[in-house]
């Protein structure tokens, strides 16, 4: 096969087993790989009913149809399992090498099912898979556990949990090496809860191409397309950190769990200061923009404190919402956290949600063990994080996530619980500033999250007009569109009155469709090549690289399939209409500063957004299930579990 | 006249796009491995260091695919 290995390898820990089997040649066309791969596998083999923690679950990890080619920022791994924080149908998404290296290994599909009887690792050398005992290394962080594993095989790459893992947190991250991670869902503690420690993966077989011709030219294509991204350089100077300033003007940060849109002494926190801490750009592999800070703090109580940070992500979910508002404060938190293995924004927000309950007096230092829990302290933040990751005190409360501890805590705590479908919700407040991005917060497949839906146009030039909810200023210039890489049939339809408006629910069908065609793919969504890499391109660089030849409508269809699948399970896992909604705050509290202050949610247009949003899918428009026409309409094969046609 | 291949790491990103396109520019296929220029990364520390196998022949396609000009061709 060209473009893929071949090779799916299932492991049941509990009968210590590893088997491996041929990739189904037909799985290609129809789901491509990644996200798509790993919808197929939990569709066919995933019980709708079972506990996340459990050994019934299964954990499933897929390159990108394009990882391990020189593809532009062609390195993302996906990883999937039934959520423990949600309860749905839970995937993350990953870069770095770790994906690459399983290709390499000729690995297209790792499951892993059941439960080891000890901590264990996996240890995937040259494509030999064994399961070893990680006794040595219980309790270690995620840091000890890549350098020991290292030290043992020499440069392997490592997927691992730490003591957030171990415990079983529900927001528990895998982290991938040191600093970056399959962050979200929770998935850390299903590697928990099956006693795997790591899997350390490292691999030299080749990956050939279909036609060298057409994939250099689809891939100097790609290469231009990314690099002439007007804010390329942007991008590549401050990486997600441009988010910061932006966010800032509009008043809409996240500031102390979403009370405010602002928060003084922001200012240290915008892009310009990044200089006096970043000291170089660090990729993924074989990716152009180099978006990551390897960043230094250069003074003060944390001088000599070195890693990859300054994410906005971290920046604004350990900053403006816990009140903090310097760098390097925020990056002793992020080293805490990626060490203890937790993820960031579930983290920050069950942090958040404790500070506002203490500042409201429904926490009192009798509940936190006589610690004071103020705006802005990151002592007690990082207190927070330790006793999250090692259950002790009100962290065995915490870790649960924000949704459940608020169930536990009562006493009106609920209200102050920023939550969509139990996953925390990111940092963008959608009273300021409404768009496919927060409407996307509800829609996500995996609960409250900005990752899965996303326009490949963002701009906040122009302010978005007041009480309008169908519709978002676009702010990007007529041959910005016309040069988009979409089914023109969509773009017609997603850009209203000559490009000045987004029509939001179809652009967040079409956004969420594109994603998961990257996810499936194993490219990045930042911006650069989400405003530029299209149907059209994924079909050439995907003919080129596979031999398969796949039209720009048959890609985005393998999208509609998967989006489809995804929900059915949601569905069949206890998913109900209900739960799309935001948390109160948003619809009964205006935003009450900044320039948007007097802002907020409008809930019966929202919820007919919503119906809206089902009915464009395809879906039932008041429950959302797709439903056996929608599902023939996909040739999605009914499984034992989620069918149509029910067995 | 010696041609050598200076390293930047400063500039260097660690992407190793210059490894991919040399094993793929010799070999047709894409491999670390097979790659005659090499990155290691000392990623705890954001580090890296260039070197380059026996079989390189300093043709410069490495310094070409570089995406942050890390590698320059020297003629002495």
Known sequence: MYGYAGRIVKIDLSRNEVKSYD?????????????????????????????????????????????????????????????????????????????????????DILIISGKAEKLSYISIINGEVNIRSAEHLKGFDCWSTADSLRRDYGDVEVASIGPAGENMVRYASIENNYYDAWGRCGLGAVLGSKNVKAIAVVGDKPISIANVKEYEEACSEAYSRITSYPLFNLWRTYGTLVASDAYSS???????????????????????????????????????????????????????????????????????????????????????????GLDCCSSASVIAWAFECFERGILSMDDTGGLRLEWGDEEAVLKLLEDIAYRRGIGNILAEGVKRASQIVGRGSEKYAFHIKGLEIPFRDPRGRWGVWCFGYLTNIRGGDHLRVRAPVELFKLPQPKDEYWLEACGVRREVIDQ???????????????????????????????????????????????????????????????????????????????????????????????????????????????????????????????????????????????????????????????????? | MVRNILFSEEKCSGCCTCMLTCSFTYHKVFSLNMSRVRISRDERNGGFKAFFTSECTRCGICVKSCFFNALKIEEV
């Open chain 1, 23 to 107: 990739l189904p040649l037909e799985w290609c066309r129809s789901y491509i790989g990644g996200l798509g791969f790993n919808t197929k596998i939990l569709w066919d083999q995933l019980p709708p009913n079972i506990d996340p923690l459990s050994p019934e679950n299964i954990v499933v990890f897929s390159p990108g149809a394009f990882v391990g080619t020189s593809i532009p920022t062609a390195s993302r791994c996906e990883a999937s399992a039934k959520s423990p924080i949600t309860g749905r149908f839970g995937t993350s998404n990953s870069g770095l090498f770790w994906g690459f290296m399983l290709k390499a290994s000729g690995i």
């Open chain 1, 250 to 340: 509009q008043g809409i940060l996240p500031a102390k769990n979403f009370q405010y849109g602002t928060i003084d002494g922001w200012e240290r926190c915008l892009r310009e200061n990044l200089h006096k801490y970043k000291k170089k750009g660090i990729s993924c592999i074989s990716c152009p923009i180099a978006c990551a800070h390897w960043v230094e703090v250069p003074e003060g109580r944390y001088k000599g404190l070195k890693l990859k940070d300054l994410e906005v992500t971290w920046v604004l979910e350990f900053g403006a919402k816990l009140g903090l508002t310097d760098f390097d404060k925020i990056m002793k938190c992020t080293e805490v956290a990626s060490k203890l």
């Open chain 1, 484 to 647: 988009l890489d979409m089914i023109e049939e969509f773009k017609s339809r997603a850009f209203i009155n000559d490009g000045e408006y987004i029509n939001i629910p179809v652009m967040t069908v079409w956004s969420e469709n594109l994603i998961s065609i990257y996810n499936s793919v194993g490219i990045c969504i930042r911006p650069p090549v989400l405003g530029t890499i299209g149907p059209t391109i994924i079909s050439k660089l995907y003919k080129a690289t596979t031999g398969i030849n796949i039209s720009p409508e048959e890609v985005m269809e393998v999208a509609d399939r998967i989006i489809s699948m995804q929900k059915e399970m949601n569905i069949a896992m206890g998913e109900t209409r209900d739960e799309y909604r935001y948390p109160d705050r948003f619809y009964d509290e205006a935003l009450p500063d900044g320039p948007n202050k007097g802002k907020k949610l409008d809930r019966e247009v929202i919820d007919r957004m919503v119906s809206e949003y089902f009915k464009l899918r395809g879906w039932d428009p008041e429950t959302g299930k797709p439903g056996e026409e929608k599902l023939k309409e996909l040739k999605i094969e009914p499984s034992k579990f989620y069918a149509h046609v029910r067995i």
